[in-house]
């Protein structure tokens, strides 16, 4: 099989941001080779099985030379893998894609380029700060302000300062007094406007609008670091007016979402939405039983069985899924009653044109063993296909009907460890407000990937009463949703941001 390399721009760090050719690029990566500003939540992504490599550069401590990441990605292209080098913002913007090329072009090592979006213009936006306008500024210019210890900037000042337009001055933070003197010095006035803007589009999204004469003070006032960009220009004075990702609702904070890998979260969707920063990871992983007699036994037989319940999301799917590979007719299912443990795993029977007939006020198991007993008899036989660590009190109230119950295992639930972010590190650095917990093994998963760490300082937010007794035997802060859906973990989300501010 050839190999092939994808450059691949990540934009400035908003998952949002990234391009619809990128994502899919990146979901069928081998191999991906990743730099220091790309988006956490863009990592998280990244497929389970590819191999991951961080070359990512931050001043004064490089992970590898770019001489070394070239051979790097012509080596990998040529083993036979789809190679996919990942670069904040966009590769050809001071990106040095166009280095990685030259060397791939002298491997003979094929390739593509999937353009981003770049900081130069989407950081500005998500500040209120449109890098041009009719009446102030017809032209943009992006400057790198990157230079070696000890030298001066090599920028002509004179010649830029003519054009009269909008500067925008990427990896800057370290050379900005140099800067605005030497804007100042090729006789820009010092009263022109200016901006410093750090971490953008991100959940700790900060910037100093001042003046080019003021801005370096006012940025170390604010203790302004890297990464962040520097802004020079009239549009600068629209920040406060345009002013718009500061104002939704969850602006500012960082949640962490577990799921079980291949389960596309709703609630990330619905945070995202609501203007938090969201790092979705798969804490656990489904995995479909193989060579399952007693399901296959099951299937040819359903003629025998009277209610058919479903306990999450994930076994409505591993079942239809089964269904269709055993080539069993989905009306052989028509005389069944169908229960569902809650709404989300009613949704999931609903997008295959089934509706629930039992479903449960309360949304945990031995609720619906409960619900079961309830209106089932001595004559009914329960098909219960599920998780094979299923809840034990479902069956033991769903038995008091006297009904004869077959609990068959369909799938298993794997524990996962992220391989590109450290959630232990994430969370004794106060990056993460919030941890919602959707299952009692996704507090498990999460535990097991965070390792010895001051569990009193995660906020977990979880959907019922069995994942908040999960999550308080480690001391964590918890807060339970009113109702055991994904659209009521929101809301207490949203209600706590707001309390909280």
Same mark, same amino acid.
Not at 91 to 117: D, K, N, Q
Not at 209 to 238: D, H
Not at 336 to 352: H, M, V
């Given at each position: 099989m050839a190999g092939k390399v994808w450059l691949v721009g990540a934009g400035p760090s908003d998952i949002g941001l990234m391009t619809v050719k990128g994502k899919e690029v990146l979901?069928? =990566?081998? %191999?991906v080779v990743y730099d220091a500003l790309v988006g956490?939540?863009?990592?998280s992504t990244i497929p389970e099985n590819a191999e991951t490599i961080n070359v990512g550069k931050r001043s004064g401590n490089h992970t590898m030379k770019q001489e070394e990441i070239s051979k790097l990605l012509a080596e990998k =292209?040529?083993? @036979? /893998? !789809? %190679? %996919?080098?990942?670069? @904040?913002?966009?590769? +050809?913007? +001071?990106?040095? @894609? &166009?280095?990685?090329?030259?060397a791939l072009l002298e491997a003979g090592v094929t390739y593509e380029v999937v353009p981003g979006v770049t900081s130069a213009i989407s950081v500005p936006a998500y500040n209120g700060i449109p890098v041009t306008h009719r009446e102030y500024s017809s032209s943009l210019h992006i400057i790198t302000a990157h230079k070696k210890k000890n030298e001066p900037l090599d920028i002509d000042f004179l010649s830029l300062v003519k054009l009269k337009g909008t500067y925008v001055f990427l990896m800057g933070v370290s050379a900005l007094e140099d800067i605005c003197n030497g804007l100042m010095e090729a006789g820009m006035a010092g009263e022109t406007e200016a901006a410093i803007l750090e971490q953008g589009t991100t959940a700790r999204q900060r910037k100093v609008i001042a003046t080019v004469a003021t801005l370096k003070r006012e940025a170390e006032n604010a203790c302004i670091q890297s990464p962040a960009i520097i802004v020079v220009g009239k549009v600068c004075g629209f920040s406060e007016k345009f002013s718009w990702y500061e104002k939704v609702e969850l602006f500012g904070k960082r949640i962490l979402v577990t799921r079980p890998r291949k389960l596309i979260s709703k609630m990330a969707e619905s945070l995202r939405e609501k203007g938090a920063e969201v790092l979705e990871v798969p804490a656990v992983s489904i995995v479909p039983i193989k060579e399952n007699k007693k399901l296959k036994e099951s299937l040819k037989n359903l003629s025998n069985y009277t209610v058919l319940a479903f306990t999450s999301p994930s076994g409505v799917q591993v079942f239809f899924d089964k269904l269709k590979e055993e080539k069993t007719d989905i009306r052989k299912l028509a !005389?069944?009653?169908? =229960? =569902?443990? &809650? /709404? &989300?795993?009613? /949704?999931?029977l609903e997008e295959r044109g089934i509706l629930v007939d039992y479903m449960p006020e309360e949304y945990e198991g031995k609720a619906l063993g409960k619900l079961l007993a309830q209106v089932c008899t001595g004559k009914d036989t329960i098909f219960l296909p599920r998780a094979k660590e299923g809840n034990r009190e479902l069956v033991e109230e769903a038995v008091k009907s006297g009904a004869?119950? !077959?609990d068959i295992p369909i799938y298993r639930t794997v524990y996962e460890k992220s391989t590109v972010i450290s959630i232990g590190q994430e969370i004794q650095e106060g990056n993460i407000d919030y941890v919602a917990f959707t299952s009692a093994s996704t507090v498990k998963s999460f535990v097991e990937m965070a390792g010895q760490i001051p569990y009193e300082k995660? /906020? &977990? %937010?979880?959907?019922? #009463? #069995?994942t908040a007794e999960a999550a308080k035997q480690y001391g964590m802060e918890i807060f339970v949703s009113q109702e055991a859906t994904i659209d009521s973990m929101v809301e207490k989300i949203v209600e706590l941001s707001k309390n909280r501010e």
């Amino acid at each position: 099989m050839a190999g092939k390399v994808w450059l691949v721009g990540a934009g400035p760090s908003d998952i949002g941001l990234m391009t619809v050719k990128g994502k899919e690029v990146l979901e069928n =990566a081998q %191999v991906v080779v990743y730099d220091a500003l790309v988006g956490k939540g863009i990592l998280s992504t990244i497929p389970e099985n590819a191999e991951t490599i961080n070359v990512g550069k931050r001043s004064g401590n490089h992970t590898m030379k770019q001489e070394e990441i070239s051979k790097l990605l012509a080596e990998k =292209a040529l083993e @036979g /893998k !789809h %190679v %996919v080098r990942l670069k @904040g913002g966009d590769p +050809f913007l +001071f990106g040095r @894609g &166009g280095e990685e090329i030259e060397a791939l072009l002298e491997a003979g090592v094929t390739y593509e380029v999937v353009p981003g979006v770049t900081s130069a213009i989407s950081v500005p936006a998500y500040n209120g700060i449109p890098v041009t306008h009719r009446e102030y500024s017809s032209s943009l210019h992006i400057i790198t302000a990157h230079k070696k210890k000890n030298e001066p900037l090599d920028i002509d000042f004179l010649s830029l300062v003519k054009l009269k337009g909008t500067y925008v001055f990427l990896m800057g933070v370290s050379a900005l007094e140099d800067i605005c003197n030497g804007l100042m010095e090729a006789g820009m006035a010092g009263e022109t406007e200016a901006a410093i803007l750090e971490q953008g589009t991100t959940a700790r999204q900060r910037k100093v609008i001042a003046t080019v004469a003021t801005l370096k003070r006012e940025a170390e006032n604010a203790c302004i670091q890297s990464p962040a960009i520097i802004v020079v220009g009239k549009v600068c004075g629209f920040s406060e007016k345009f002013s718009w990702y500061e104002k939704v609702e969850l602006f500012g904070k960082r949640i962490l979402v577990t799921r079980p890998r291949k389960l596309i979260s709703k609630m990330a969707e619905s945070l995202r939405e609501k203007g938090a920063e969201v790092l979705e990871v798969p804490a656990v992983s489904i995995v479909p039983i193989k060579e399952n007699k007693k399901l296959k036994e099951s299937l040819k037989n359903l003629s025998n069985y009277t209610v058919l319940a479903f306990t999450s999301p994930s076994g409505v799917q591993v079942f239809f899924d089964k269904l269709k590979e055993e080539k069993t007719d989905i009306r052989k299912l028509a !005389h069944l009653k169908i =229960a =569902a443990i &809650g /709404k &989300g795993t009613g /949704k999931e029977l609903e997008e295959r044109g089934i509706l629930v007939d039992y479903m449960p006020e309360e949304y945990e198991g031995k609720a619906l063993g409960k619900l079961l007993a309830q209106v089932c008899t001595g004559k009914d036989t329960i098909f219960l296909p599920r998780a094979k660590e299923g809840n034990r009190e479902l069956v033991e109230e769903a038995v008091k009907s006297g009904a004869l119950i !077959h609990d068959i295992p369909i799938y298993r639930t794997v524990y996962e460890k992220s391989t590109v972010i450290s959630i232990g590190q994430e969370i004794q650095e106060g990056n993460i407000d919030y941890v919602a917990f959707t299952s009692a093994s996704t507090v498990k998963s999460f535990v097991e990937m965070a390792g010895q760490i001051p569990y009193e300082k995660v /906020k &977990g %937010v979880c959907i019922g #009463k #069995k994942t908040a007794e999960a999550a308080k035997q480690y001391g964590m802060e918890i807060f339970v949703s009113q109702e055991a859906t994904i659209d009521s973990m929101v809301e207490k989300i949203v209600e706590l941001s707001k309390n909280r501010e």
